[in-house]
């Protein structure tokens, strides 16, 4: 049915958005790779210290999924910034040898531009990632990486989302190597190349999702639970939901649902559990354990046997490093938040009191 302000079709734009992500991912393989071992090399060489991350909204859920990387590949400390200690308090740390990421799809707010340019007075290496390398924070970092994924016009981002995650995974990995080079002992360095095909194969079982998307379609609120690499995903499937359906949707960290919020859990409770298959889906089953012995209308995004011992879910291609696999776990819940939002009625194009470029101070 097509809107009749508008005369469009609700959730054109963002189904179509969606849809273009593997060609996203081929072209930032194809295109973008080679810059970005470039730019790898280059803050390599200076050999940074300490990173930080700073970003906003879903971008700021890539760049915790940096700080995963980070952590684990590069064995370097990482932290997410908080951007008022310098734009609204005047703090100025010393940033000597630091590595500041700044991740923005659009490169248009004020405060992350801001904190960037003050980053870069404190001695820090800056590097933007962006959808826009004509953006003022482009313009104001050492460092730029072009996320490739195109103008994207519906308010819920999903292609710059992947692409995000993507471009960040190969800077870790470039910063990984000698000179920038991918080494295929490193895991997921192997894999990237079959991303784009993998990722094909699961939108295209978006039937599945819409089956899924019944049991949420009357929902009162939603938690959503994942540990490691899967955690980013989780406060994204969050964000993705509640910006679109208007559901109240939590994310926790396994560990942190243990701690006290499980107690609000109870038999008619719909909690999304992604599952990632190695470390982070060990960690995760005491969690998962406890929920099914709450009775919990449990969902689990992740391998066919966690899948199996679910209420329901959806099974996610198996061999895929844990490291990348982020890039494939969100594409059935952007698909969720999509067909959810349209079983009530609603235009996931074009959410209620959001603007594309957030401007905040």
Do not use: C
């Given at each position: 049915m097509s809107?009749?302000?508008?005369?469009?079709?609700?959730g054109r734009?963002?189904?179509?958005?969606?849809?273009?992500?593997?060609?996203?991912?081929?072209?930032i393989?194809?295109e973008?790779a080679?810059?970005?071992?470039?730019i790898a090399?280059?803050i390599?060489?200076r050999s940074?210290?300490?990173?930080?991350?700073?970003?906003?909204?879903?971008?700021d859920?890539?760049?915790l999924y940096?700080?995963?990387?980070?952590?684990?590949?590069?064995?370097k400390?990482?932290?997410?910034t908080?951007?008022?200690?310098?734009?609204?308090?005047?703090?100025?740390?010393?940033l000597?040898?630091?590595?500041a990421?700044?991740?923005s799809?659009?490169?248009g707010?004020p405060d992350?531009?801001?904190?960037t340019?003050?980053?870069?007075?404190?001695?820090?290496?800056t590097l933007?990632v962006?959808?826009?390398?004509?953006?003022?924070?482009?313009?104001?970092?050492?460092?730029?990486?072009?996320?490739l994924a195109?103008?994207?016009?519906?308010?819920?981002?999903?292609?710059t989302y992947t692409?995000?995650?993507?471009?960040l995974?190969?800077?870790?990995e470039?910063?990984?190597?000698?000179?920038?080079t991918?080494?295929?002992?490193?895991?997921?360095?192997?894999?990237?190349?079959e991303?784009?095909?993998?990722?094909?194969?699961?939108?295209?079982r978006?039937a599945?999702?819409?089956?899924?998307?019944e049991?949420?379609r009357?929902?009162?609120?939603?938690?959503?639970?994942?540990?490691g690499y899967?955690?980013?995903?989780a406060?994204?499937?969050?964000?993705?939901?509640m910006?679109?359906?208007?559901?109240p949707?939590?994310?926790?960290?396994?560990?942190?649902?243990?701690?006290?919020?499980?107690?609000?859990v109870d038999?008619?409770?719909?909690?999304?559990?992604i599952?990632?298959?190695g470390?982070?889906?060990?960690a995760?089953?005491?969690v998962?354990?406890?929920?099914?012995?709450r009775?919990?209308d449990l969902?689990v995004i992740?391998?066919?046997?966690?899948?199996?011992a679910?209420?329901?879910?959806?099974?996610?291609?198996?061999?895929?490093?844990e490291e990348?696999?982020?890039?494939?776990?969100?594409?059935p819940?952007?698909q969720?938040a999509?067909e959810v939002?349209?079983?009530r009625?609603q235009?996931p194009?074009?959410?209620?009191?959001?603007?594309?470029?957030?401007?905040?101070?």
């Amino acid at each position: 049915m097509s809107d009749p302000h508008t005369g469009s079709v609700p959730g054109r734009i963002m189904a179509a958005e969606m849809a273009e992500q593997p060609a996203v991912l081929q072209r930032i393989l194809d295109e973008g790779a080679p810059k970005i071992r470039e730019i790898a090399a280059g803050i390599a060489a200076r050999s940074p210290r300490f990173v930080l991350l700073t970003a906003r909204g879903t971008s700021d859920n890539a760049a915790l999924y940096a700080k995963y990387l980070v952590e684990i590949l590069l064995g370097k400390p990482a932290g997410l910034t908080s951007m008022s200690t310098i734009t609204a308090y005047g703090a100025q740390p010393d940033l000597t040898d630091v590595l500041a990421i700044t991740v923005s799809q659009s490169g248009g707010s004020p405060d992350l531009v801001a904190s960037t340019k003050a980053a870069r007075e404190a001695g820090a290496i800056t590097l933007a990632v962006t959808n826009n390398p004509d953006s003022p924070l482009a313009e104001v970092s050492e460092f730029h990486i072009d996320v490739l994924a195109g103008p994207e016009k519906a308010l819920p981002a999903t292609k710059t989302y992947t692409a995000e995650l993507l471009a960040l995974y190969l800077l870790v990995e470039g910063l990984r190597g000698d000179g920038g080079t991918f080494r295929p002992e490193a895991g997921g360095g192997s894999a990237v190349k079959e991303l784009p095909g993998l990722a094909a194969g699961v939108l295209a079982r978006q039937a599945e999702v819409k089956a899924l998307a019944e049991r949420y379609r009357f929902a009162q609120r939603l938690v959503i639970t994942s540990r490691g690499y899967g955690y980013p995903t989780a406060r994204e499937a969050a964000l993705k939901l509640m910006e679109t359906t208007y559901i109240p949707a939590t994310p926790f960290s396994g560990a942190d649902l243990l701690h006290g919020p499980l107690a609000m859990v109870d038999n008619v409770s719909p909690v999304i559990a992604i599952v990632p298959d190695g470390k982070g889906g060990e960690a995760l089953q005491p969690v998962l354990d406890r929920l099914r012995g709450r009775g919990a209308d449990l969902v689990v995004i992740g391998q066919q046997a966690q899948v199996d011992a679910a209420s329901a879910g959806f099974a996610l291609p198996a061999g895929v490093p844990e490291e990348v696999q982020p890039i494939l776990e969100i594409l059935p819940l952007q698909q969720l938040a999509y067909e959810v939002t349209i079983a009530r009625g609603q235009d996931p194009d074009a959410p209620r009191a959001l603007a594309k470029v957030t401007e905040t101070h």
